[in-house]
């Protein structure tokens, strides 16, 4: 088992930035690949970055591409995702979940945070 928990959410402007975190306990970090994902009200829950177990590799949506930073410190068994510039349409609950596989597929993901909300006012 692994329990992550999700902070760092909150309210900011357009062009902002914001850091959400995720810090994992349970079973090894450093072992899973690692995943955030959001979630729009009446919307099903979307891909937005990805990273592997050593940072070594990363994916992006390309929504998010050049704005959104994804990272991890495996002594501190977090995960981070810096955003820059947020436009309103990146409000959501974003979410982290750990994987076995570097992936963009929802369905790959075992474990999943609670959530943390992110509004970016216009």
């Known amino acids: 088992q692994v329990q992550l928990v999700e902070s760092g959410g909150g309210l900011v402007q357009a062009g902002g930035s914001l850091r959400v975190s995720c810090t994992a306990s349970?079973?090894?970090?450093?072992?899973?690949?690692m995943g955030w994902f959001r979630q729009a009200a009446g919307k099903e829950r979307e891909f937005v970055a990805a990273?592997?177990?050593?940072?070594?590799?990363?994916y992006y949506a390309d929504s998010v591409k050049g704005r959104f930073t994804i990272s991890r410190d495996n002594a501190k068994n977090t995960m981070y995702l810096q955003m820059n510039s947020l436009k309103p349409e990146d409000t959501a609950v974003y979410y982290c979940?750990?994987?076995?596989?570097?992936?963009?597929?929802?369905?790959?993901?075992?474990?999943w945070g609670q959530g943390t909300q992110v509004t970016v006012s216009s």
């Open positions: 979940g750990a994987s076995s596989a570097t992936s963009k597929d929802v369905r790959r993901y075992d474990y």
């Open positions: 349970g079973r090894a970090f450093s072992g899973h690949h």
């Open positions: 990273i592997g177990w050593s940072g070594g590799t990363t």
